[in-house]
């Protein structure tokens, strides 16, 4: 990005191809891709890149996350709770990234939708808890449905007892069906990733605001002190494995857990080892199902890997907390001494008001402190309990079309997009009814090679920030909290750096700290972090909790005050700046940074 000041983002028509990538739009589904047809308007809006959730590209089918997500967000603005200031977003994917734009209420129908939101929204407000506890039935009900989908291999034969009952339908049907079921499910599980999400964001955005009212001079990162020190169930995988490193030592079986390249095999010997080993184990079986159904990605990619699929993920975890303990450190998040700064800045500020502002002020943070945990637990039980249930059923679909000659690799299914994949599907089917080689045998391999060479192109060059024209004003609650998206963050990117070389950002969660840059990518870096090291990412994921007691502070490209990044550091007391824009791009391991959490910037030192 320049450093230059400009104006205006990079047009999506204008910004030329990566070397090796033509050709990339057609692989999306054409709602997804920035349309001719539409020029004028698109340039005229402003899309920012959502690094967030998608750090990396997307391939055609983990599109299906960006259209069920934008979707299902919108929904709940528009349609159940009529927010009155925000709609929804558009959404694009722009050589293999997604752009988000900002769909703001007109101005003329702002009034007018308040009485019914604060109805709706009151309503959820008011019976909060019985509603959540709604909400995790069905969530648990939905992965449950999930787990039961299947895609076996068509038989040679339907059996003859179906033919003497007169079923009448072929195992294509069933086949057929799952899919549809796989494909439905998980618009269910988005659906109620949106329910209470929003709510979420809007109650603390509205704590927010009156804050800056009645304290005009109050730094962000003290309405967000407000309401930290919260229990979490987003936490509760991390706390499992502190308590397995606890019971390690205790049960004086920490020897195994410390080698080298901890496995599958280390688990083998704990077994073999007496029954201190086998205690110890059955502590690791409690905690996997359910808290192993969690990935050191996101959730919004098919090659996530899930704790529960690979022990090495865990146990290396295990193994840093175990060492640790062992040098007589602390591993525990301090909640105690979070509280007490939550209930001395609360008090501070609750004490300059005047009787008749003290209850609003009690009833805007009572809303928002009752609403704040679950803008990171459903993390847990959607992107990472639902999404990694979703995925593997896709991963075990894309097997058997490969073995049935449709792809050379497991994973390459998901080069199609998920309408494509649906017709390969009837492609196999047909093909097994009528007794002849599908088409699809001939035409994906050379097919998805193609897609797997535009996917590599895409991945060789980092996304802009943002393209086309900044708004006036952001009122939509997600692009400010989550992602950070502000007139300030506008101005800061279309700036570039300041006069003394700072990189700008959000102050997301404070304190200072000096080190070593480690640049980490995606989750595969991870190992690499060292102690004393400052993390700098386009994005942190809330798995990698059991990093952070390793490094000094932590930088993203994107993130807003109510972003996970955000939200996980101020939790566990490491310094934070988010919503940099070029952070990842800019520093390289190894360089030595400046960070300061307080104030929102990170200078390169050398």
């Not at 940099?580 to 520093?587: C, D, E, K, M």
Request: aromatic fraction near 12%.
């Amino acid at each position: 990005m320049s450093t230059n000041s400009r104006t205006v983002f990079p047009s999506p028509y204008e910004v030329p191809d990566p070397p090796g990538a033509a050709g990339w739009e057609r692989l999306y589904p054409y709602h997804l891709v920035f349309q001719p047809g539409r020029r004028e308007t698109d340039e005229s809006a402003f899309w920012f890149c959502d690094r967030q959730h998608w750090p990396t590209v997307i391939r055609p089918f983990e599109a299906i996350c960006v259209e069920f997500g934008v979707k299902c967000l919108g929904q709940y603005n528009t349609r159940y709770f009529l927010v009155p200031t925000a709609y929804g977003l558009e959404r694009r994917i722009h050589h293999g990234y997604c752009y988000m734009s900002p769909v703001p209420v007109p101005a003329d129908r702002v009034e007018e939708r308040v009485p019914e939101f604060q109805r709706r929204a009151g309503h959820y407000f008011g019976h909060w808890e019985h509603l959540l506890a709604n909400w995790k039935r069905k969530v648990l009900d939905t992965v449950r449905e999930l787990e039961t989908i299947t895609f076996a291999p068509l038989p040679e034969t339907q059996p003859f007892e179906e033919v003497e009952t007169g079923v009448g339908l072929d195992a294509s049907d069933a086949l057929l069906t799952q899919y549809d079921r796989l494909i439905a499910l998980c618009h269910r599980g988005w659906q109620y990733h949106f329910e209470f999400l929003n709510l979420g964001y809007a109650a603390y955005l509205d704590f927010f605001r009156a804050c800056k009212r009645w304290f005009p001079d109050i730094p962000d990162l003290g309405i967000a002190k407000m309401i930290q020190g919260a229990e979490m169930e987003l936490f509760r995988p991390d706390e499992e494995l502190k308590r397995l490193a606890k019971l390690a030592l205790a049960l004086n079986v920490d020897g195994p857990l410390t080698t080298a390249d901890p496995g599958q095999r280390t688990l083998e010997t704990l077994a073999a080892g007496g029954r201190p080993g086998r205690d110890w184990l059955d502590a690791w079986d409690a905690a996997r199902d359910p808290w192993f159904n969690f990935t050191s990605g996101n959730g919004f990619y098919a090659g996530d890997v899930y704790w529960r699929d690979d022990p090495a993920l865990p146990l290396g975890y295990v193994r840093d907390y175990v060492l640790r303990l062992r040098r007589g450190e602390t591993i525990d998040r301090d909640l105690p001494g979070l509280v007490a700064e939550r209930r001395r800045i609360t008090g501070e500020y609750r004490a300059l008001l005047d009787p008749a502002e003290q209850m609003a002020f009690d009833a805007k943070l009572n809303v928002a402190r009752q609403a704040y945990p679950y803008v990171e637990n459903h993390n847990f039980y959607i992107e990472h309990w639902t999404m990694g249930v979703f995925w593997r059923k896709a991963r075990e679909l894309s097997r058997l079309l490969r073995k049935a000659g449709f792809w050379p690799a497991d994973e390459d299914m998901f080069h199609l997009t998920r309408d494509e994949v649906r017709e390969a599907l009837f492609d196999h089917v047909t093909g097994w009814a009528s007794g002849s080689r599908p088409v699809g045998c001939d035409y994906w391999p050379p097919e998805v090679a193609r897609r797997r060479r535009i996917m590599a192109a895409l991945a060789r060059r980092p996304p802009e920030p943002a393209l086309g024209r900044p708004p006036r004003a952001v009122t939509e609650p997600f692009s400010i909290m989550l992602w950070g998206i502000d007139e300030e963050r506008i101005r800061s990117w279309l700036g570039g750096c300041s006069g003394d070389g700072d990189l700008i950002g959000v102050p997301a969660s404070p304190g200072t700290a000096d080190g070593p840059a480690r640049v980490v990518h995606s989750p595969e870096d991870l190992p690499l972090v060292r102690e004393g090291e400052i993390i700098v990412a386009p994005v942190t994921a809330p798995s990698w909790v059991p990093v952070f007691g390793k490094v000094r502070a932590a930088v993203t490209d994107i993130g807003g005050m109510m972003s996970h990044a955000a939200i996980v550091c101020r939790e566990y007391s490491l310094p934070a700046v988010t919503g940099t824009g070029s952070a990842s791009a800019r520093i390289v391991t190894g360089r030595r940074i400046h960070v300061d959490g307080t104030v929102g910037t990170v200078t390169i030192l050398d």
